[in-house]
């Protein structure tokens, strides 16, 4: 497995940025692909963005396209999620997990981290 932390979480006024990280640690080598998902209260985990780790291909969910950018520093094992023009819509407790190929499924997950959006 993957060890996941995720930072970065706070409140932020409306249209403002915030920048999340994921650290990961462990089995890091049999990463093929790391995600951000958030979760608001009742409501399901939602898929945000995810990014491959050597090809740096990424995807993002219509939501949060144009405003949210993924992205990693494969030296430091660390995956961003940098979050501009922000919308109360957006709060929700964000998580970052981690795949071991293109179609399994997301099973190493962080403790997530809250994100506040006021209006």
């Known amino acids: 497995q993957v060890q996941l932390v995720e930072s970065g979480g706070g409140l932020v006024q409306a249209g403002g940025s915030l920048r999340l990280s994921c650290a990961a640690s462990?089995?890091?080598?049999?990463?093929?692909?790391m995600g951000w998902f958030r979760q608001a209260p009742g409501k399901e985990r939602e898929f945000i963005a995810r990014i491959t780790w050597t090809g740096g291909s990424t995807s993002y969910a219509d939501s949060v396209k144009g405003r949210f950018t993924i992205f990693r520093d494969k030296g430091e094992n660390t995956v961003y999620l940098q979050m501009n023009s922000l919308k109360p819509e957006d709060t929700a407790v964000y998580y970052c997990?981690?795949?071991?190929?293109?179609?399994?499924?997301?099973?190493?997950w962080g403790q997530g981290t809250q994100v506040t959006v006021s209006s």
């Open positions: 462990g089995r890091t080598f049999s990463t093929y692909r």
């Open positions: 997990g981690a795949s071991s190929g293109a179609i399994r499924p997301y099973d190493s």
